[in-house]
């Protein structure tokens, strides 16, 4: 059995799968003030009738890290970073870092040692709590930065983030901002992992807990807890593995999870969700997280309704609270779908009365509504073809193929995806697909998430090493030496990981691989190697859902 838990804008989903079969769901308000409390309460519905001993793994998609970062509920950081000559990182951070010596230069030689003289002021810093260091091409040697952070925790930080340990990619920017956002959820992300801890062993529940990723892979707890900014946008995650799990879809779809606050937007090809070719933002700030080509815009089912001067209508970004139709106190987008024909639930009667309190004819005004919202989804997803199609070409195959995206039906998920989405697939002249189960798709996709693991590669056959960054293992290379030899040696380490971690056995693929040749004296030398690779991420088997009536 597999219990998944998602923490949504609205409602806490929980579900227990086994076989892939739902046996058993539960549906909560959320709690944004206490999301603890809210997850217990899913998790007490859920496990009723369940053998605990009979569970094998339990996954959460929480909204915690999320909204802190997004909400800028964390706690201040102390950043370092060794830029080296020849950058202007004014502006790329979130914080105005402390500029440290010392260099790396793009072979990963050092050219310049810490100078202590310079940073007496930081030797007698008092630290505390969490900070971050990252230096420019540390990913090719990264002793500066462990030498920098041992003199940190000489000074009294208790914990501190490398960019080279969270990301093997070279851009310093995007490593530098995901070391200094996990620094920043750090504490209140391992304070959270302890109380859901303590709340299973209270029910004698003892199986692995995992935290889903923005990129649809899950990472053991005490994983998790050394890159937690890998547990940001993990709802939309969620979703996207829901879907796959229910009824992936064989033509070029776009797939919609409405929430009560938000929609979700996703691109998928073949039956596999698209991923953003590069780093997913936060905040405005680059970050080197890998994550699904998505977009979140501020409608949903809650969506508060205002009128404007000129008769037309705004839907959203705030959220209004329940639907008038199951006992809210204003008019709310559900309403307008309930009185426009497009779902059937609630109280008809009492959705139709908050209708007419905006004026005019109730049927024409909410189907006003309601393409009002469905205008807002059409034209962020023509921003997100647009950027699809602007995005970078690395390989031939894209070249060839071409990057344009054109779309052939709608999937819908969610609480109120029955309405929105079929608007919508009109207005875009699709077909709709709601799959059964799609009220509960994010816990289910929680729960048979892959678990999931990236590493790089970097070798240099002139200087005769490899390294290995997230592990800081560098070593001589083997002879003779090419990309095949590359991908079982990181093959390997991944494997080697997963066992130390519980992880199941399962396939690497390669996310990147570029060669470079070393010149010398107009004469090839040598080549550089740069490996991207990860245990596959996606989901355990297909899941056939459980009708919902609303």
Same mark, same amino acid.
């Given at each position: 059995?597999?219990?998944?838990?998602?923490?949504?804008?609205?409602?806490?989903?929980?579900?227990?799968?086994?076989?892939?079969?739902?046996?058993?769901?539960?549906?909560?308000?959320?709690?944004?003030?206490?999301?603890?409390?809210?997850?217990?309460?899913?998790?007490?519905?859920?496990?009723?009738?369940?053998?605990?001993?009979?569970?094998?793994?339990?996954?959460?998609?929480?909204?915690?890290?999320?909204?802190?970062?997004?909400?800028?509920?964390?706690?201040?950081?102390?950043?370092?970073?060794?830029?080296?000559?020849?950058?202007?990182?004014?502006?790329?951070?979130?914080?105005?870092?402390?500029?440290?010596?010392?260099?790396?230069?793009?072979?990963?030689?050092?050219?310049?040692?810490?100078?202590?003289?310079?940073?007496?002021?930081?030797?007698?810093?008092?630290?505390?709590? @969490?900070? %971050? +260091?990252?230096?420019?091409? $540390?990913?090719?040697?990264?002793?500066? /930065?462990? #030498?920098? =952070?041992?003199?940190?925790?000489?000074?009294?930080?208790?914990?501190?983030?490398?960019?080279?340990?969270?990301?093997?990619?070279?851009?310093?920017?995007?490593?530098?901002?995901?070391?200094?956002?996990?620094?920043?959820?750090?504490?209140?992300?391992?304070?959270?992992?302890?109380?859901?801890?303590?709340?299973?062993?209270?029910?004698?529940?003892?199986?692995?807990?995992?935290?889903?990723?923005?990129?649809?892979?899950?990472?053991?707890?005490?994983?998790?807890?050394?890159?937690? @900014?890998? %547990? +940001?946008?993990?709802?939309? $995650?969620?979703?996207?593995?829901?879907? /796959?799990? #229910?009824? =992936?879809?064989?033509?070029?779809?776009?797939?919609?999870?409405?929430?009560?606050?938000?929609?979700?937007?996703?691109?998928?090809?073949?039956?596999?969700?698209?991923?953003?070719?590069?780093?997913?933002?936060?905040?405005?700030?680059?970050?080197?997280?890998?994550?699904?080509?998505?977009?979140?815009?501020?409608?949903?089912?809650?969506?508060?309704?205002?009128?404007?001067?000129?008769?037309?209508?705004?839907?959203?970004?705030?959220?209004?609270?329940?639907?008038?139709?199951?006992?809210?106190?204003?008019?709310?987008?559900?309403? $307008?779908?309930?009185?426009?024909?497009?779902?059937?639930?609630?109280?008809?009667?009492?959705?139709?009365?908050?209708?007419?309190?905006?004026?005019?004819?109730?049927?024409?005004?909410?189907?006003?509504?309601?393409?009002?919202?469905?205008?807002?989804?059409?034209?962020?997803?023509?921003?997100?073809?647009?950027?699809?199609?602007?995005?970078?070409?690395?390989?031939?195959?894209?070249?060839?193929?071409?990057?344009?995206?054109?779309?052939?039906?709608?999937?819908?998920?969610?609480?109120?995806?029955?309405?929105?989405?079929?608007?919508?697939?009109?207005?875009?002249?699709?077909?709709?697909?709601?799959?059964?189960?799609?009220?509960?798709?994010?816990?289910?996709?929680?729960?048979?998430?892959?678990?999931?693991?990236?590493?790089?590669?970097?070798?240099?056959?002139?200087?005769?090493?490899?390294?290995?960054?997230?592990?800081?293992?560098?070593?001589?290379?083997?002879?003779?030496?090419?990309?095949?030899?590359?991908?079982?040696?990181?093959?390997?380490?991944?494997?080697?990981?997963?066992?130390?971690?519980?992880?199941?056995?399962?396939?690497?693929?390669?996310?990147?691989?570029?060669?470079?040749?070393?010149?010398?004296?107009?004469?090839?030398?040598?080549?550089?190697?740069?490996?991207?690779?990860?245990?596959?991420?996606?989901?355990?088997?297909?899941?056939?859902?459980?009708?919902?009536?609303?």
């Amino acid at each position: 059995m597999y219990l998944g838990i998602d923490v949504g804008g609205t409602f806490t989903d929980a579900v227990i799968i086994t076989e892939g079969q739902v046996v058993n769901q539960a549906k909560v308000p959320t709690n944004h003030e206490d999301v603890f409390t809210c997850i217990v309460e899913a998790l007490d519905q859920v496990l009723v009738g369940i053998k605990m001993a009979a569970l094998k793994r339990v996954v959460l998609s929480s909204t915690i890290v999320t909204n802190a970062l997004t909400e800028n509920k964390v706690a201040p950081v102390f950043l370092a970073v060794m830029t080296g000559p020849g950058m202007n990182v004014t502006g790329k951070f979130p914080v105005e870092p402390y500029y440290v010596s010392g260099y790396v230069d793009h072979r990963g030689k050092i050219t310049a040692q810490l100078d202590w003289s310079r940073h007496r002021d930081l030797l007698n810093k008092k630290g505390r709590g @969490v900070c %971050a +260091v990252s230096g420019k091409f $540390a990913v090719r040697q990264p002793q500066n /930065e462990y #030498l920098l =952070a041992h003199e940190l925790k000489k000074c009294g930080y208790q914990k501190v983030f490398l960019g080279s340990e969270l990301s093997g990619e070279l851009n310093f920017i995007r490593r530098t901002n995901s070391a200094y956002f996990s620094a920043a959820v750090y504490e209140l992300f391992q304070r959270f992992a302890n109380r859901v801890q303590r709340a299973l062993q209270e029910r004698n529940i003892y199986a692995p807990i995992h935290v889903l990723k923005a990129d649809g892979g899950t990472l053991p707890l005490e994983v998790a807890l050394q890159q937690p @900014v890998e %547990a +940001v946008f993990t709802g939309p $995650a969620a979703s996207v593995l829901g879907i /796959e799990a #229910l009824a =992936a879809p064989q033509v070029r779809s776009i797939s919609l999870d409405v929430g009560g606050t938000t929609t979700d937007i996703a691109f998928w090809e073949n039956g596999i969700p698209l991923m953003a070719k590069r780093g997913a933002d936060i905040n405005g700030y680059h970050t080197a997280v890998r994550a699904f080509h998505m977009r979140s815009v501020g409608i949903g089912g809650d969506s508060k309704i205002k009128k404007l001067a000129d008769g037309a209508y705004q839907v959203g970004p705030e959220r209004e609270g329940p639907a008038a139709a199951l006992n809210g106190m204003r008019a709310t987008l559900s309403d $307008a779908l309930i009185v426009a024909g497009y779902v059937s639930f609630g109280s008809y009667t009492r959705a139709l009365a908050v209708i007419k309190e905006l004026g005019g004819e109730p049927l024409a005004e909410a189907n006003k509504i309601v393409q009002a919202a469905v205008a807002k989804i059409t034209e962020t997803i023509e921003e997100m073809l647009v950027e699809w199609a602007k995005q970078p070409v690395y390989t031939v195959d894209d070249v060839i193929k071409g990057s344009e995206f054109k779309p052939q039906q709608l999937i819908g998920v969610g609480g109120g995806s029955l309405g929105l989405v079929k608007a919508v697939g009109e207005a875009m002249h699709l077909n709709v697909d709601i799959p059964v189960g799609a009220m509960v798709a994010n816990a289910i996709g929680a729960a048979v998430a892959r678990p999931t693991l990236v590493a790089g590669l970097r070798a240099d056959t002139t200087k005769g090493y490899y390294l290995i960054p997230e592990s800081g293992r560098r070593e001589k290379l083997p002879r003779p030496f090419n990309q095949k030899v590359a991908e079982e040696i990181l093959t390997a380490w991944l494997h080697e990981q997963a066992k130390a971690w519980q992880l199941p056995n399962q396939a690497t693929e390669v996310i990147s691989c570029e060669r470079f040749r070393t010149i010398h004296d107009y004469a090839r030398v040598g080549d550089i190697y740069n490996l991207r690779m990860q245990l596959k991420p996606g989901i355990l088997y297909q899941v056939c859902g459980r009708e919902v009536l609303l």
